[in-house]
T-cell receptor
Framework: AQSVTQPDIHITVSEGASLELRCNYS??????LFWYVQSPGQGLQLLLK??????LVQGIKGFEAEFKRSQSSFNLRKPSVHWSDAAEYFC??????????FGQGTELSVKP | DAGVIQSPRHEVTEMGQEVTLRCKPI?????LFWYRQTMMRGLELLIY????????DSGMPEDRFSAKMPNASFSTLKIQPSEPRDSAVYFC????????????FGPGTRLLVL
């Protein structure tokens, strides 16, 4: 069965520091992968997605993610975190039926 | 576009009452999804529609839950009777049909069943 694991429930980084959020997936076929962000009290907003091609994907708000098939990973990165990036981040894989399967989420806190 | 619209944004009700959540998808989108988010289970897909037809309702927890999509611009998720364990945030999302299409989420309805 398809699944997504986000090993880190909560991460705290200092403003201006770099960020990496981990995501591992389990999927038999070529995965379609997504990162969403959820600010408090809000719905989810798509940051970026990977379907095929270049394994380094650029998204909005300065985020990027790298697909590594050998590691079944799709980690999200940002070189310099801003206080407004504090939110919850969800990794998801889409199965062939079009269903999104989400990880449990990683809550990001940003220290001034 | 106004995005996906959900109402109400907050709902507090007593156990045993009927609850109806509403969703208006983005105009032109023909897939609609209902999700539930809880601390314990995270984000779960309850049901999704394509061209107003339910395609997969395997995530619907039990018979107390029902969803309809009478037309392309409106969907409801109903819980009857409601129970305290139904307390959660319910999200509606829409997309163009087919895989690889981005799902756009509404702001959610925060439901509390006392």
């Amino acid at each position: 069965a398809q699944s997504v694991t986000q090993p880190d429930i909560h991460i705290t980084v200092s403003e201006g520091a770099s960020l990496e959020l981990r995501c591992n997936y389990s999927y038999g076929a070529t995965p379609y992968l997504f990162w969403y962000v959820q600010s408090p009290g809000q719905g989810l907003q798509l940051l970026l997605k990977y379907f095929s091609g270049d394994t380094l994907v650029q998204g909005i708000k300065g985020f990027e993610a790298e697909f590594k098939r050998s590691q079944s990973s799709f980690n999200l990165r940002k070189p310099s975190v801003h206080w407004s990036d504090a939110a919850e981040y969800f990794c998801a894989v889409e199965n062939q039926g079009g269903k999104l399967i989400f990880g449990q989420g990683t809550e990001l806190s940003v220290k001034p | 576009d106004a995005g996906v619209i959900q109402s109400p944004r907050h709902e507090v009700t007593e156990m045993g009452q009927e609850v109806t959540l509403r969703c208006k998808p983005i105009s032109g989108h023909n897939s609609l999804f209902w999700y539930r988010q809880t601390m314990m289970r995270g984000l779960e897909l309850l049901i999704y529609f394509n061209n107003n037809v339910p395609i997969d309702d395997s995530g619907m927890p039990e018979d107390r839950f029902s969803a309809k999509m009478p037309n392309a611009s409106f969907s409801t998720l109903k819980i009857q009777p409601s129970e305290p364990r139904d307390s959660a945030v319910y999200f509606c999302a829409s997309s163009l049909s087919g895989i690889q299409e981005t799902q756009y989420f509404g702001p959610g309805t925060r439901l509390l069943v006392l």
